[in-house]
T-cell receptor, first 115, second 110 residues
Framework: KAGVTQTPRYLIKTRGQQVTLSCSPI?????VSWYQQTPGQGLQFLFE???????NKGNFPGRFSGRQFSNSRSEMNVSTLELGDSALYLC??????????????FGPGTRLTVT | TQLLEQSPQFLSIQEGENLTVYCNSS?????LQWYRQEPGEGPVLLVT?????EVKKLKRLTFQFGDARKDSSLHITAAQPGDTGLYLC??????????FGKGTRLHILP
């Protein structure tokens, strides 16, 4: 069974630009969550999608958005990039995203550098 | 704001030694997970604990969930260089959100 894949793996952008990151979950998984990981803040939850609907959202500004397609693949978009957006962006998939045995499987991440 | 505090932040020990890392909160979680992350990769799920007082073993790793479901520990016996990595705990709260601790960076010296 293929794992979670994320593209691209590395990205360099300049301030003010926008970026789109892509995530393909494990086959059969319907929940996709996005996280931002930085050395100072650790892993912070961005949002979760289930069946093409955003089900949960973290405390990030509106510049961060996402969507999920009917095949469960997901994209996240960051507009008007700031230097502080430099981070490892991780996508995680799970079967349902809820319940006492909620288990997530992470992709390798996209390393975004904003200059 | 719910927080998961992990301690210690950094730990460097010799191969063969035992160690314990901790994950603590003032909040109750319906489940708690432990992950290991290596540089340049995403976290890999090690275990999920659900019941208060639950103990799970994975080879040389022993995970315990506190009776009140507010804390957890990970004990490694006879650490090996392959155990090196960032260990993260994550709890699922009542709002079905996953909260991550900042991790314990473990380095095992050969």
């Amino acid at each position: 069974k293929a794992g979670v894949t994320q593209t691209p793996r590395y990205l360099i952008k300049t301030r003010g630009q926008q970026v789109t990151l892509s995530c393909s979950p494990i086959s059969g998984h319907r929940s996709v969550s996005w996280y931002q990981q930085t050395p100072g803040q650790g892993l912070q939850f961005l949002f979760e999608y289930f069946s093409e609907t955003q089900r949960n959202k973290g405390n990030f500004p509106g510049r961060f958005s996402g969507r999920q397609f009917s095949n469960s693949r997901s994209e996240m978009n960051v507009s008007t990039l700031e230097l502080g957006d430099s981070a490892l962006y991780l996508c995680a998939s799970s079967l349902t995203g809820q319940g006492a045995s909620y288990e997530q499987y992470f992709g390798p991440g996209t390393r975004l550098t904003v200059t | 704001t719910q927080l998961l505090e992990q301690s210690p932040q950094f730990l460097s020990i010799q191969e063969g030694e035992n160690l314990t890392v901790y994950c603590n909160s003032s909040s109750v979680f319906s489940s708690l997970q432990w992950y290991r992350q290596e540089p340049g990769e995403g976290p890999v799920l090690l275990v999920t604990v659900v019941t208060g007082g639950e103990v799970k073993k994975l080879k040389r790793l022993t995970f315990q969930f506190g009776d009140a479901r507010k804390d957890s520990s990970l004990h490694i016996t006879a650490a090996q260089p392959g155990d090196t990595g960032l260990y993260l705990c994550a709890g699922e709260n009542r709002d079905d959100k996953i909260i991550f601790g900042k991790g314990t960076r473990l380095h095992i010296l050969p």
